[in-house]
């Protein structure tokens, strides 16, 4: 594997590590500054302050997240990736509340910054999903 891909996927491992423990600060280290989220049936969410903002609104509601992302092709042009997974992410509320279990896939465009891989766009087609899918 090469080193690149390797760096990509390490950067996937450590964004769900942060996110599951909560760190914010690490998760905003691993994107670019004009980062661009795209949800179905929602705005786009542009640039770190945005994400920053909705993951704080979240975090009022205390809850356990874990996430599975499968990577199915990483491909590098220089300085620029792309990548596309099957992600899932289950978030349980911890002073109760239902469950939520979303599952789909990912497009990402990461760049290569100060020799660091970076997330720079993402498309994100995660939908409600029944257990066990």
């Known amino acids: ?13 450590n964004w769900i590590s942060a996110s599951k423990a909560g760190d914010l600060e ?28 909705a993951s704080k ?9 874990s996430a ?10 220089g300085d620029w990736a792309h990548m ?7 978030v349980t509320p911890t002073k109760g509340g239902q469950t939520i279990r979303r599952a789909g896939h990912t497009l990402s465009v990461l760049k290569k910054q100060g020799g660091k891989w970076l997330l720079a766009r993402d ?6 999903a029944p257990e066990g899918e």
Do not use: Y
């Open 68 to 77: 599975v992302s499968d990577i199915e092709e990483i491909q590098v042009f």
């Open 1 to 13: 594997m090469q080193s690149d891909e390797k760096e990509i996927r390490k950067l996937i491992e």
């Open 26 to 53: 690490t998760v905003l280290s691993l994107m670019t500054d004009d980062v661009v989220f795209l949800t179905p049936g929602r705005p786009p969410m542009i640039g770190k302050e945005s994400f920053a903002a």
């Open 57 to 65: 609104a979240l975090s009022e509601q205390p809850f356990e997240m």
């Open 84 to 90: 596309w997974t099957k992600l899932t992410v289950v």
């Open 123 to 128: 498309a994100n087609m995660l939908t409600v």
